[in-house]
């Protein structure tokens, strides 16, 4: 327990932040006294956080263009199709009929299209449907 040096209530340490600097471990101010207090200051200096921000964004401006042209032919070099993932789960869709229950555990729930040997072919017999259960277990493996 600790006294808060804002509001002046006693409260669990839990309700103050961390500081390894302080003798206790914690901060002199509570978690709410201190947002209330930083909300203030950045209030009373907006000015200076809009000026921060807006040369942040100026020194690390991306073209996003060209950011989303290497995320696609990254992408196509994974595909040996030249389909990225979502391609070719629509592809499989296309050509596999889906079940009405998970073709692992049998059970009928939602089911997600999973690739058994993580390849991401073509062939449709390398995918099977699964519940998200049994999906999620499969990608561990």
């Not at 006693?10 to 901060?27: H, P, Q, T």
């Not at 200076?48 to 992408?75: C, P, S, V, W």
């Not at 062939?123 to 561990?140: G, M, T």
């Amino acid at each position: 327990m600790k006294q808060c040096y804002e509001c002046k209530e006693v409260k669990e340490l839990s309700e103050f932040y961390s500081n390894k600097a302080r003798s206790d471990g914690v901060c002199s101010r509570c978690k709410a006294c201190d947002k209330i207090r930083n909300k203030k200051y950045r209030e009373e200096h907006k000015e200076y956080f809009m000026q921060k921000n807006a040369k942040y964004y100026q020194d690390n401006k991306i073209d996003h263009g060209k950011y989303m042209k290497t995320l696609r032919e990254k992408a196509m070099e994974k595909s040996n199709s030249g389909l990225t993932t979502s391609g070719i789960h629509y592809h499989i869709k296309q050509i596999k009929e889906k079940p009405e229950m998970c073709e692992r555990c049998y059970k009928s729930k939602p089911l997600e299209l999973a690739s058994i040997n993580h390849t991401y072919s073509l062939d449709p017999l390398e995918w099977i449907y699964l519940c998200r259960s049994c999906h999620i277990a499969s990608d561990r493996k």
